[in-house]
């Protein structure tokens, strides 16, 4: 009997779909958590003017169905045997949908900064202090509390014909299920959550002049929730079966801590791809207003919080370099081929002889408004291998610079956790546990969104008792690295010289 039923459980499998910033992702798991099958498209933006980032809701919802049936396809899997479906995507931003679930605006994209001058505003006159005390989060151009009083003041008549507030993840829901909601590691980011009580507060629509918008917001789960069912029209588009559970799901911040088994306020979480998103969890909230330049928001583990700094300056900026520098004179390479030749040439140069400081603000900046990308300390001396390096460093710098002001916080790590673009390389990774002068864990797999939205998934299906029991059965270590003593010296003070172009680019820009 034992026999039969390790055959059936055998045949279970996950499915984890993740709408990120740069790509949809769809990926279905067993239940030892190895990937099984994986699909992936660029995600299409549209630019309407100078800082709208949108995309267009239907084709966000085709990109999901031909993802999630190429999955089915490719795995060879009996869609009967998927037992549930997770989500996850980029946090804020905001899809507004009518009453019958269609959109009656654009997908904003979480890279929009159309609102920053509310964001400046609400800083500026107090509204930011008072709203604070409810949601421990400071304003930012894309999220909700931002976006909703452009729409008022710009596009009034769309709000007038909305019903709903969504993020990405939820949009996909609704369209999958039917129903319309939100969860709290998400929802908790917006800066309209009461972050003690989970609950949408009155008194932040009330400061921030939107009390007519409370109505837009959905009913919030938890991410372990189960949110829906696939309706009769999502199971004929995507070859999904018509009555499989969808959970909650979580923020993509979230799923990457989930999926990299960090369940301890000791592991720093690192996910080093399109953004530098660097996070722990915390038990309790212990700064106040200004106190720190972390995000808060509420975790997937009950009874802690996601503390997070992050800003885009990571691997997409060295995908810009290759893809303008090196690409068209290596056209005879593969991409695979191409990452293998930078990171020899990498390895090749010793870090004391590369003087090159490169600062990776290609898509935003991490200390001063407007600053932008660049190199410093070029001379005729320097090699396309030193720029090469340069931008790994830089790269890497941007997270120890992060991870400082973490640990400013007040808060140790004995060790940190790595995914994303960076984790892909050996070469790149080893010199960020050097820089961090911290031992360093790679997670198995190579989609750990959509892992960690397959996780929630698995639980609220009752397949694992809770977090703990599905990390101990679907989260593995591929490697483990130490740091090198000889190189953390010289990246410690390479990564001064760092600060002082930083500096540099401050006096350039003020």
């Known amino acids: 009997m034992g026999g039969v039923q390790k055959n059936k459980v055998k045949m279970q499998y996950i499915l984890g779909i993740d709408n990120g910033g740069s790509k949809t992702k769809c990926a279905l798991f067993n239940l030892q958590g190895s990937e099984i099958a994986v699909a992936s498209r660029q995600s299409a933006l549209i630019f309407p003017q100078p800082g709208m980032t949108e995309r267009d809701p239907e084709l966000v919802w085709q990109t999901n169905v031909e993802l999630i049936r190429e999955v089915i396809q490719n795995s060879g899997v009996n869609p009967k045997n998927i037992i549930g479906i997770g989500l996850t995507g980029y946090g804020n931003g905001m899809c507004l949908v009518d009453a019958d679930g269609q959109p009656t605006w654009n997908c904003i994209v979480s890279t929009d900064t159309r609102a920053g001058v509310y964001a400046e505003q609400f800083a500026a006159n107090g509204i930011e202090r008072e709203a604070f005390q409810y949601s421990h989060q400071g304003f930012w151009a894309a999220q909700p509390a931002v976006l909703l009083p452009w729409f008022k003041e710009h596009a009034p008549e769309v709000l007038e014909r909305s019903a709903w507030v969504l993020g990405i993840k939820d949009f996909v829901r609704l369209r ?264 360093l864990e790679i997670p198995e797999g190579s989609e750990l969104g959509a892992k960690g939205a397959a996780i929630c998934a698995g639980i609220a299906c009752g397949t694992f008792t809770d977090y703990q029991d599905a990390v101990s059965k679907m989260v593995g270590i591929r490697e483990r690295l130490s740091p090198r003593k000889e190189h953390a010296k010289v990246y410690a003070q390479k990564f001064l010289v760092y600060e002082k172009a930083l500096a540099a680019l401050d006096c350039f820009h003020n």
């Open 176 to 439: 999958l299920t039917g129903a319309a909601a939100c969860e709290f590691t998400e929802a908790s980011s917006w800066g309209l959550m009461n972050i003690h009580t989970l609950r949408f507060e009155p008194r932040l629509f009330e400061l921030l002049g939107l009390e007519d918008c409370l109505r837009l917001m959905p009913p919030c789960l938890s991410p372990v929730d189960i949110s829906g069912y696939i309706n009769a029209r999502a199971a004929s588009l995507t070859g999904l079966v018509e009555g499989t559970p969808v959970a909650g799901g979580c923020f993509d911040v979230d799923a990457g801590a989930l999926a990299s088994g960090v369940l301890d306020g000791e592991t720093l979480c690192l996910i080093a791809g399109t953004w530098s998103i660097n996070e722990y969890l915390a038990p309790e909230l212990r700064r106040g207003y200004k106190e720190t330049t972390n995000s808060v928001s509420q975790s997937f583990l009950p009874g802690h919080f996601l503390v997070e700094e992050s800003t885009p300056t990571s691997a997409s900026n060295f995908e810009w370099f290759l893809e303008n520098f090196l690409a068209e004179e290596n056209s005879g390479k593969t991409r695979q081929q191409l990452y293998g030749a930078c990171d020899r040439s990498v390895e090749l140069l010793p870090p004391e002889q590369s003087s090159a400081v490169f600062v990776p603000y290609l898509f935003d900046s991490a200390t001063v408004s407007g600053g932008k990308g660049a190199f410093f300390n070029l001379s005729s001396y320097n090699t396309q291998a030193h720029l090469i390096r340069a931008v790994y460093e830089g790269v890497v710098f941007s997270t120890v610079f992060h991870v400082r002001r973490l640990v400013k916080d007040g808060h140790p790590f004995t060790k940190a956790r790595l995914s994303g673009g960076v984790a892909n390389s050996r070469v790149w990774s080893q010199m960020m546990c050097d820089a961090l002068d911290l031992p």
